[in-house]
Antibody, heavy 121, light 107 residues
Framework: QVQLQESGPGLVKPSQTLSLTCTVS??????????WSWIRQPAGKGLEWIGR???????NYNPSLKSRVTISVDTSKNQFSLKLSSVTAADTAVYYC?????????????WGQGTMVTVSS | DIQMTQSPSSLSASVGDRVTITCRAS??????LNWYQQKPGKAPKLLIY???SLQSGVPSRFSGSGSGTDFTLTISSLQPEDFATYYC?????????FGQGTKLEIK
């Protein structure tokens, strides 16, 4: 079955760019009625959607983060990536990648295990 | 953005109880409402999609209802493994949003 795995640095300095990759295994990132998202969760708080990418390369971003976010896809590697620029301590969170399913009212049906990113000097 | 408001924010209940969690959208979202369960240190898990469709493998004691702006998640008979935090999420708009969560605790 399809699995997602996040990877990237666990510590990022303030003002720098956070970069994470999500590797899709057990299926092709290009197949089926799916899109691919990033979602984050600060410690003890709720879930915040960051953005999505379709395998066509089209993207949508959370308006509150749009100026700092870039999501890209590499279908040859079965991966998609997140870049968040000019980070501050407020960007410290667990970052999840997730698959959105068009056939299920765009619900996130598969999630990665999450990766903790701390912004600190 | 469409705002999602869950109530209550926390809830204490006992094994065997029937529990209902409510989610209200700031505007109509048709049936584009999904429910997730999250346990400490784990990723959220999809329970219900399209307001009332049960994800494969999810026990039938979980059910969802509603459309438009008002939705409910019901657990018919709480089991020990159901104590967790529950989130609703609207997927109607381009920018999806989650409710603030409902923490279900053991009484």
């Amino acid at each position: 079955q399809v699995q997602l795995q996040e990877s990237g640095p666990g510590l990022v300095k303030p003002s720098q760019t956070l970069s994470l990759t999500c590797t899709v295994s057990g299926g092709s990132i290009s197949s089926g009625s799916y899109y691919w998202s990033w979602i984050r969760q600060p410690a003890g708080k709720g879930l915040e959607w960051i953005g999505r990418i379709y395998t066509s390369g089209s993207t949508n971003y959370n308006p509150s983060l749009k100026s700092r976010v870039t999501i890209s896809v590499d279908t040859s590697k079965n991966q998609f990536s997140l870049k968040l620029s000019s980070v501050t301590a407020a960007d410290t969170a667990v970052y999840y990648c997730a698959r959105g399913n068009y056939n299920w009212e765009n619900a996130f049906d598969i999630w990665g295990q999450g990766t903790m990113v701390t912004v600190s000097s | 953005d469409i705002q999602m408001t869950q109530s209550p924010s926390s809830l204490s209940a006992s094994v065997g109880d029937r529990v209902t969690i409510t989610c209200r959208a700031s505007q109509s979202i048709s049936s584009y409402l999904n429910w997730y369960q999250q346990k400490p240190g784990k990723a959220p898990k999809l329970l219900i999609y399209a307001a009332s469709s049960l994800q494969s493998g999810v026990p039938s004691r979980f059910s969802g209802s509603g459309s438009g702006t008002d939705f409910t998640l019901t657990i018919s008979s709480l089991q020990p493994e159901d104590f967790a935090t529950y989130y609703c999420q609207q997927s109607y708009s381009t920018s999806c949003t989650f409710g603030q969560g409902t923490k279900l605790e053991i009484k």
